[in-house]
């Protein structure tokens, strides 16, 4: 079936039930960003492969909206689909409502999946079209009877981590839980999202691609803790443990009628943000609605000692890990063609070499040349380029361990590089430097943190059209909440012991690239006068090119960093190194 021919089939049950608009965002029942293959909606649809976006269909028009990172993506991508692309403004935002308000009718109906559908998204589409006297219908899922062999749900075996990994236990996690919720005023906690799932019963799984998550929902209460996971999944070993910590067990599905079993007199605390409508829909109407983010996503956003050593011993492994993958690349350009696909599955086996490496963290973006300007892009056997010796090559990778996960991008030098392509990487590098060594005072927003990062580039009258960085989990999702480096106004403090990357670009669409990426770890500073003051230690650790440089473009400090941090990969990696590797590492890192 053809992806106009599915269209076709979605309109014609629309005109069937009446319906004049049809919403498909990217989302599962957890509504996560990255999702299993059961709900890759927007995929099966369109064709579009990005994580975020959203479908909007009428009888006479049918959109993608997605944000900057995919605009060039999705024009390819969606070609002869008959979606058109409408360009996001605010990344993340539900502008579609506006338009389908301002498109419709009065009277008018615009349906979704409510299994889709974030409570807040849906509070959003209904104050938005009913002021616009439009009708919201619910529970409708028009493709799954055009999905042949729609894939069912995953059943990825889901194991325990030890305490000696996470460094708190699940009583200690669900106790400081519990006084969230008495402090909350709040009796009952329905936890619906699968990595704070995963942290607070110590739980990773892989039922997600590169995210070490299992599908499972949690009803948190003073007298019983309930965890809906597919039984089979947990060994006996681990299913006695959560036994033996008050957890009771119960099949997956089962979260529904549970949901609909809880006291109506009951305070139900809820995250607005991660609760699909359709579980919201199940809650008594009588019992009262605490909306606010889940204490866990809070918790786990601030790393505790034992993470924070875990995660920098797995930089080091992670930084060895590439150093024999660039070392190597540089020798294979010379003796045999390589693609963008093939380096990527090359780094993929120096990574596995490495103590506890589970698999990726994401999809691995290589980029060669114009490739490198689409800020997500995934090499295909149609767009595979082969890496010649002439230009930029932007990698961004990372990986899970069960120490930690990494989030790296680099660009290297493949040779002949113009004097442009240096002013944007030095540019770039600077931008990088300055939100790596920020000094700011306690409260300090991740707005704030974006927009240090950006003035060197602004200076220069350049700009990227993606956040400045996103929050990392601990051997969980490479995303993760609630803190982020971009202009949205949220306020979300910055806090100690969160981790996050920082990665500054410039992108030139047809021509190249440019991304520089670390991870960076909230640290005291130094109080004054004034009050406490935060900065950053950088995690990542490993060599940032320097051939690429324009040195006239940096000032002393610049040069100071970027010296003293090379110096510092050396002395971290230096003694799992050998032979050439070690040599190669020792001239990479050489002061500029």
């Known amino acids: 079936m053809t992806y106009q021919e599915k269209l076709s089939g979605i309109r014609r049950q629309m005109l069937n039930d009446k319906v004049d608009a049809y919403i498909i965002p990217s989302a599962d ?127 990825s075996p889901a194991f325990l981590l030890d305490d000696a990994l996470t460094g708190e236990t699940v009583p200690s996690k669900l106790e400081r839980i519990q006084r969230e919720l008495k402090r909350k005023r709040a009796d009952v906690h329905l936890i619906s999202s699968l990595d704070d799932i995963a942290w607070v019963f110590n739980i990773r799984g892989a039922d997600v691609k590169c995210n070490p998550v299992t599908l499972a929902f949690a009803l948190v209460s003073p007298k019983v803790t309930e965890l809906f996971i597919d039984i089979a999944k ?23 009628t549970a949901a ?58 992670d930084g060895v890990a590439l150093t024999r993958f660039f070392r190597w690349l540089e020798e294979a350009m010379v003796k045999e063609e390589q693609t963008e696909i093939s380096v990527a599955e090359k780094l993929y086996t120096f990574r596995a070499e490495q103590d506890g490496f589970v698999g990726e963290s994401f999809d691995t973006i290589a980029g060669y040349a114009e490739h490198g300007a689409l800020p997500h892009y995934k090499a295909t056997i149609e767009s595979d380029s082969r890496l010649m010796n002439d230009g930029l090559f932007l990698l961004d990778s990372g990986g899970q361990y069960l120490r930690g996960t990494t989030d790296i991008t680099r660009v290297v030098s493949l040779g002949n590089i113009t004097q442009e392509e240096k002013t944007d990487y030095t540019l770039v590098l600077k931008a990088m430097i300055e939100g790596s060594t920020a000094h700011f005072p306690k409260g300090t927003k991740g707005y704030q943190i974006d927009a240090i990062t950006r003035k060197p580039l602004w200076d220069h009258l350049r700009n990227y059209g993606h956040g400045t960085g996103h929050g990392v989990g601990y051997f969980l999702n490479v995303h993760e909440g ?25 992108y030139r669409p047809s021509k190249y690239g440019i991304r520089i990426e670390n991870l960076v770890l909230t640290v005291p500073d130094q109080s004054t006068e004034f009050g406490e003051f935060y900065t950053f230690e950088t995690l990542t650790q490993f060599v940032i090119e320097t051939e690429a440089v324009d040195k006239q473009l940096l000032d002393t400090k610049h040069i100071q960093w970027l010296n003293s941090y090379n110096a510092e990969v050396f002395r971290k990696l230096s003694p799992f190194l050998q032979g050439e590797d070690l040599k190669w590492l020792e001239r990479k890192t050489k002061a500029i």
């Open 29 to 155: 029942p957890h509504i996560s960003e990255y999702l299993p293959d059961r709900y890759k909606c927007i995929l099966f649809a369109s064709g579009f492969t990005g994580s975020a976006g959203t479908l909007v269909i009428t009888q006479d028009f049918a959109g993608l909206w997605t944000d900057a990172r995919y605009f060039v993506q999705a024009t390819e991508q969606l070609h002869g689909s008959g979606f058109e692309l409408v360009k996001l403004i605010a990344q993340g935002s539900p502008e579609y409502t506006g338009w389908l308000a301002g498109n419709l009718n009065s009277g008018d109906s615009v349906a979704f999946d409510s299994n889709l559908i974030s409570l807040q998204l849906s509070q959003t589409i209904h104050n938005e079209l009913s002021a616009a006297d439009i009708n919201i219908v619910e529970n409708k899922d028009y493709l799954d009877s055009l999905w042949e062999d729609r894939p069912g749900l995953p059943a």
């Open 234 to 256: 947990l060994s006996v070993n681990d299913r006695a443990r959560l036994k033996s910590w008050g957890i009771e067990l119960r099949p997956y599905q089962d979260v529904y």
């Open 260 to 317: 609909a079993a809880v006291s109506s007199s009951s305070a139900i605390l809820i995250d607005p943000k991660r609760t699909c409508f359709a579980l919201y829909r199940q809650l008594p109407a009588e019992a009262k609605i605490i909306q606010d983010t889940n204490p866990s996503t809070n918790f786990k956003a601030i790393k505790n000692e034992t993470e924070i050593a875990n995660i920098r011993d797995t930089m080091v492994r």
């Open 482 to 506: 609630p803190q982020v480096f971009n202009a949205s106004n949220l306020l979300i403090d910055v806090e100690l012991g969160m981790v996050t990357s920082v990665e500054p670009g410039i």
